[in-house]
């Protein structure tokens, strides 16, 4: 349990953790004072809201959702004492949304051309080679192809999420990224 008057940082998983991890660093932000919660899954934000609001006070919770995934949050924080109407209310609680996922927002922001050199950088390119022969994958969008690339394979996503998150420019973090992160800053 965190101690009173830190902030907490609730995100769905390890590459979420890896890609606020990356963007915090590169943007000189602190988080020795910010305890991250890799919640193992949206569908757990219930569980850890109530857990926090039962032994915290005057602690700050934030957090990134995808915007599939929503309704967890909404009705974790209304179940919390909130008061959430929908997904425009999110902001105001410290929570933010990514428009697919935050690997979608990163790849973006990227371009798929960077997206692909920080691929090769991580000697990953045949491994991308091979995904985009593949019947199922060859008449996608390069988007698309990346996309699933960061995915498909156990830790993948959270190297590409941490890899393309350090290779932003400051100008172009994602904007629910560049949310939490000037939310974890604030005094």
């Not at 922001?109 to 390119?125: K, P, S, W």
């Not at 698309?144 to 960061?150: A, G, I, K, N, Y």
Request: charged share 25%.
């Amino acid at each position: 349990m965190p101690a009173p008057d830190r902030k907490v940082v609730l995100l769905e998983g390890v590459s979420d953790v890896a890609a606020l991890t990356a963007v915090a660093a590169t943007r000189g932000v602190d988080l020795s004072d910010v305890h991250v919660v890799d919640l193992g899954g949206v569908t757990n934000v219930r569980r850890e809201l109530i857990e926090l609001h039962r032994g915290a006070v005057d602690l700050e919770i934030l957090g990134l959702c995808d915007a599939p995934e929503v309704r967890f949050v909404e009705q974790a924080l209304n179940e919390v004492g909130y008061t959430v109407r929908d997904a425009s209310d999110l902001s105001a609680y410290g929570f933010f949304i990514c428009r697919a996922d935050l690997e979608e927002e990163l790849i973006r922001a990227l371009g798929t051309e960077h997206t692909v050199a920080v691929i090769e950088q991580l000697g990953l390119d045949m491994k991308l080679a091979t995904l985009r022969q593949q019947p199922a994958w060859q008449d996608r969008p390069l988007a698309e192809q990346l996309h699933r690339f960061c995915g498909v394979a156990s830790g993948r996503k959270e190297l590409l999420a941490g890899a393309l998150a350090a290779a932003l420019d400051p100008d172009h973090i994602p904007e629910p990224l560049q949310a939490l992160i000037d939310r974890i800053a604030a005094a």
